[in-house]
């Protein structure tokens, strides 16, 4: 069988995006160096396989495609790979203690080795959070520059166990994200507890 460049450029993507890890709604984004117009493509009468360097840096790699006939070939073709991922980042410039919403934030992919900590990527979630700080147009949303629940803001607290659950208000004391525990003033007994952010404005102490 002979083959033309096309059919190898395919082959080789095929077999990138089967044997490279993809992050959770990752997308890989493939970029195979034009094989040189100096080389002539042999006939094979096997199936050509593809192979990858086991040590490799993840975005660099030189895949090996093999003609496993008698009169064996060979070629090292280059390739760039890119994993790109969903982040929330800002649609336009937003001033500390803005309500984020679908008006100012949207979700983009971005280059997986440009993103630097825990970044959040389901808009239904981020919905009626906080910025912590003045965010320029195209800022990642991250836990670190958002609040689920803002210091001195009013707090639903859900108390609850296997077989019943009260609710009750309090005060935030301290800026929260989503799983984190932080101090609450019931308004009621006056108490401080600590509960578990677990949606907006919204905390959870399982007794």
């Not at 495609?65 to 760039?80: A, G």
Request: with cysteine.
């Amino acid at each position: 069988m002979t083959f033309d460049r096309d059919y190898i450029y395919n082959f080789i993507e095929s077999h990138l995006k089967n044997h490279v890890d993809i992050p959770a709604q990752g997308k890989l984004k493939i970029e195979v160096s034009p094989i040189d117009p100096r080389i002539s493509l042999q006939p094979c009468l096997s199936p050509l396989t593809a192979n990858i360097p086991e040590k490799h840096n993840g975005r660099n790699v030189n895949v090996k495609i093999v003609c496993p006939d008698d009169e064996s070939w060979y070629l090292f073709i280059p390739v760039k790979i890119q994993t790109i991922v969903p982040i929330l980042v800002t649609r336009v410039r937003v001033s500390k203690g803005t309500l984020l919403d679908n008006s100012n934030i949207e979700v983009i992919y971005k280059d997986s080795g440009q993103i630097r900590g825990t970044v959040l990527t389901d808009p239904a979630i981020v919905n009626g959070a906080r910025t912590k700080r003045n965010l320029s147009q195209g800022s990642a949303i991250t836990n670190r520059n958002t609040c689920f629940v803002c210091k001195g803001q009013p707090v639903n607290i859900i108390a609850k166990s296997a077989s019943f659950e009260i609710k009750s208000f309090g005060i935030a004391l301290k800026d929260g994200v989503l799983g984190e525990l932080i101090p609450i003033e019931n308004k009621k007994s006056g108490r401080i507890v600590q509960g578990q952010v677990n949606a907006i404005n919204q905390v959870v102490i399982n007794l």
